[in-house]
């Protein structure tokens, strides 16, 4: 059960936008002509000259009459066209223009794994105002065109990341050589941020593609590897990996990558480098592009699926289809300004401040914040293998992890090995590994009916069904065979650790692992720390968390910790508007257009009427009247004696027949009747924004309530616990942001006129009272 806690459908929300191709665009649509792309006029500089000694950000180093640049930013693991970097680069790139010595350049990077990860984000977020975003945008868009426009020939030579600013660089260089290996990668993921490539990206990805190509990469921000990077005719060549010799293989590779850049620089010394002409074939499907229909179709196949996805709450992506648009029909000097004015405005909103505030909180998560544990954790065993054992085996065994996956009956043992092996399956499908890999990796997994080999587990982590005295009867079986150093974690959605170490031993050692489904694709892991959890179990766990990849926040113990808890009192409100008259797809309508992925009564359904019955019995316990009154529970246990639990039997809030889909599915005629038996009278006429104010108000009083209380420790981990765990709209910035955003005061205005209306349920949280005296925000 704690497999499925209102998570099912967050991952489409993570994997962003997703453009379906027409393949009636993709085969009118070629290239563009690279003579219907118009280069803006190269500005000269007027930097002095540098001493190539002091630079902190650059290494130079010549070869014959090659001049090799190497990016290596200064304290950093990665590079960034930082204002330190770019105020070293462009008076060096203009000595080397007019040094005669120097025939060639090669950039490249000092760093393993990292060409260039993109633009400094601290660098645009310190612009005051629209016009300095503009400044930057045409700064960087003249320095892009300076590379472009050399007499001399320019090679990039690319290992690792390659992303953003950093592929800009690349697009504007003469020619590409990439490492053929899994860390080099391509891609423009401003569209993540809130904004579009703005050093001219998106006017060289329009000259060397076809537009649905285009468009696919710029409005997903997806990463494409080296070899896909090739044949879509983004890099020139690929230079394979080779073994190491007296130097490691990494030193060596990178050596082999510089003599080839080299050795390409000095062949288009001596001859001039033209691009390839297009065929016979190409330039009829350009004439057949010249035709606006053509155009116009592919842009408003592209926009439909862009607001079907989006419901057009982020700015970004429409923005991106118009400068392509006025690209495509006004040529690039239209095209360059376009996407620098985009730039300029995307970064203004509020959807793009919001979207770097949870990168950087993305970012600060994935660090270990606690400390190194006195013992690393090597073994570890997973106690039922179920949709979320088998998930948290097939997160561990390729980290290094030997993981002991242990059920009741070969049956389930096979199912779970079964969903890992597929999972693994199809990376090998999808050329994210090779099949050595893949079985070095499933050599990691050993599944059993039998307790042998728990005494050698450091960790071992519980995922059975969500019932409390069977969770402390497999903690009581554990303990008896488990060492002492050994961390028992439990994958709970909402009981309690401190009532599943209440029998306990060793209560110090036990500990709350909140995975969410399905846990190969969910990033959060939410940690839950009891009173009596020691702090280097709560180092062991973050270690183990952050290996296995996962986005960590650490919360305090009670019901429902802090996710499942803010999405029953949420989800409270939902049921009481369904008894206020409101149907289902009213619901749906309403919370889909506030920017969750999925709408709050299909939810319900998705995840198992049954399931939020069981939670909502034991928090109501807790928290009384104040999550909802009794008709709530009591309400969704008729539902499940009813056998309305959802989707899993056929019939919920909604019928599910085979081949209807979303908003075509019949709402269930029998739940109609069943909840005219707790019918409440509507206080006033429920329209959408009602919907979505009651719903989203005690979502956010329940979250600064979860602050107050210290069941979390900071607005950030509040942000990405919301985000990353039940999908609260991304462009808003998680339940705090968005709270400053719209303004505390505000907010405790509307929450005291609905307490006026529907009673202490809506009444603010004393930390949201005193704010909003003091006019505070949670972000300074």
């Known amino acids: 059960m704690a497999s499925a806690i209102f998570t099912t459908f967050i991952c489409r929300q993570q994997r962003f936008l997703s453009l379906t191709r027409s393949p009636v665009a993709t085969q009118l649509w070629t290239r563009l002509a690279s003579t219907s792309v118009q280069q803006q006029p190269q500005q000269q500089s007027q930097n002095k000259p540098t001493d190539l000694k002091q ?30 970097m770019m105020d070293e680069f462009v008076p060096v790139f ?75 660089v690349a697009l504007a260089c003469h020619y590409r050589i990439a490492m053929n290996d899994k860390r080099t990668g391509f891609g423009v993921p401003e569209i993540k941020l809130g904004l579009l490539p703005g050093a001219g990206g998106t006017q060289r990805l329009a000259q060397r593609l076809s537009l649905p190509d285009a468009l696919d990469l710029v409005l997903t921000g997806k990463e494409v590897k080296a070899k896909k990077a090739k044949s879509m005719g983004l890099v020139d060549a690929l230079v394979e990996p080779i073994g190491p010799g007296l130097q490691t293989a990494e030193e060596k590779n990178i050596d082999y990558l510089r003599q080839v850049a080299v050795q390409k620089a000095k062949e288009l010394t001596l001859r001039k480098h033209t691009p390839k002409q297009p065929g016979l074939l190409e330039n ?66 509020t959807e793009s401040k919001a979207l770097i505030s949870l990168f950087h909180g993305r970012n600060e998560c994935k660090k270990n914040k606690y400390g190194k544990p006195e013992r690393e954790v090597k073994n570890i065993a997973v106690i039922g293998s179920g949709l979320m054992g088998a998930g948290i085996a097939h997160v561990s065994i390729d980290k290094g992890y030997n993981v002991l996956l242990r059920d009741t009956t070969t049956k389930a043992l096979s199912r779970g090995y079964s969903q890992i092996s ?46 409390l005295k069977l969770k402390q009867k497999v903690l009581a079986e554990i303990e008896q065979r488990i060492p002492e150093h050994c961390i028992f974690a439990s994958n709970t959605s909402a009981l309690p650790i401190h009532e599943i170490a209440a029998n306990s031993r ?53 019901p429902g910790f802090y996710t499942t808890r803010l999405l029953m009192f949420a989800g409270s409100e939902v049921f009481r508007l369904l008894q206020e008259g409101a149907t289902p797809k009213d619901i749906d309508k309403a919370t889909k257009k506030f920017g969750f992925p999925v709408g709050s009564a299909t939810l319900f359904d998705e995840v198992g009427v049954d399931v939020a019955a069981h939670i909502a019995r034991d928090m109501h316990t807790t928290f009384g009247d104040r999550l909802a009154d009794k008709s709530m529970p009591d309400l969704l246990q008729d539902l499940v004696s009813n056998n309305l639990l ?127 005296k003091e006019n505070k925000k949670f972000y300074s």
């Not at 180093?61 to 304290?75: R, S």
């Not at 296995?548 to 009670?558: E, F, P, R, S, Y």
Request: hydrophobic share 35%; charged share 25%; with cysteine.
């Open 94 to 168: 203009e000595q080397l223009q007019n040094d005669d010595k120097v025939k060639g350049i090669v950039v490249m990077s000092a760093k393993p794994g990292s060409f260039i990860a993109g633009a400094d984000i601290n660098m645009l977020e310190s612009a005051k105002n629209r016009d300095e975003l503009l400044k930057i945008s045409r700064n960087g868009q003249n320095v892009m065109n300076q590379i472009e426009q050399s007499r001399k020939p320019i090679v990039a030579a690319i290992a690792g990341s390659c992303l953003g600013g950093g592929f800009e």
């Open 646 to 772: 959802g989707r899993k039997s056929g019939q919920g809030l909604y019928i599910y027949q085979a081949g209807v889909k979303g908003g075509n599915r019949e709402i269930n005629p029998k739940f109609t009747e069943l909840i005219k038996n707790y019918s409440l009278e509507p206080k006033e006429e429920i329209t959408m924004e009602n919907i979505q104010w009651r719903t989203g108000l005690r979502f956010l009083n329940e979250a600064a309530r979860c602050l107050e209380e210290k069941i979390i420790t900071s607005p950030t981990d509040g942000d990405i616990g919301a985000v990353f765990g039940l999908g609260f709209p991304p462009m808003k910035g998680g339940p705090f942001r968005f709270m400053d955003t719209y303004g505390v005061s505000k907010v405790v205005d509307l929450m005291n006129n609905y307490r006026s209306k529907y009673g202490d349920r809506f009444a603010p949280t004393q930390l949201l009272v005193d704010m909003a």
């Open 284 to 349: 009829i499907k350009s004439k057949i592009m010249s035709t606006s229909y053509v155009r116009n179709y592919i842009f408003e196949q592209a926009q439909k699926k862009v607001m079907s996805q989006t419901q057009g709450l982020y700015p970004a992506p429409l923005k991106i289809l118009d400068v392509l648009k006025q690209t495509l029909e006004s040529g690039s000097k239209v095209g360059y300004n376009a996407e620098a004015e985009g730039f300029a405005d995307l970064g203004s909103t």
């Open 422 to 467: 597929k999972g693994y399956q199809g990376y090998v499908k999808r050329k994210r590994l090779t099949n050595a890999e893949y079985d070095r990796t499933l050599a990691n997994l050993n599944c059993q009916t039998t307790p042998e080999g728990l005494e050698k587990c450091d960790m071992v982590i519980e995922a059975v069904f969500e019932d």
């Open 55 to 84: 630079l902190k950000n650059l290494k130079i180093d010549y070869q014959d009459d090659i001049a090799i640049v190497q990016f290596n930013q200064e304290n950093s693991k990665v590079n960034t066209l930082s204002k330190a």
């Open 506 to 558: 060793r209560p110090e050692k036990v500990i709350g692992m909140h995975y969410f489904s399905p846990v190969d694709k969910m990033e959060l892991l939410e940690i839950v720390r009891a009173k009596k959890t020691s702090e280097d179990t709560v180092r062991s766990a973050v270690s183990v968390g952050l290996k296995q990849g996962k986005v960590v926040i650490v919360v305090g113990d009670g």
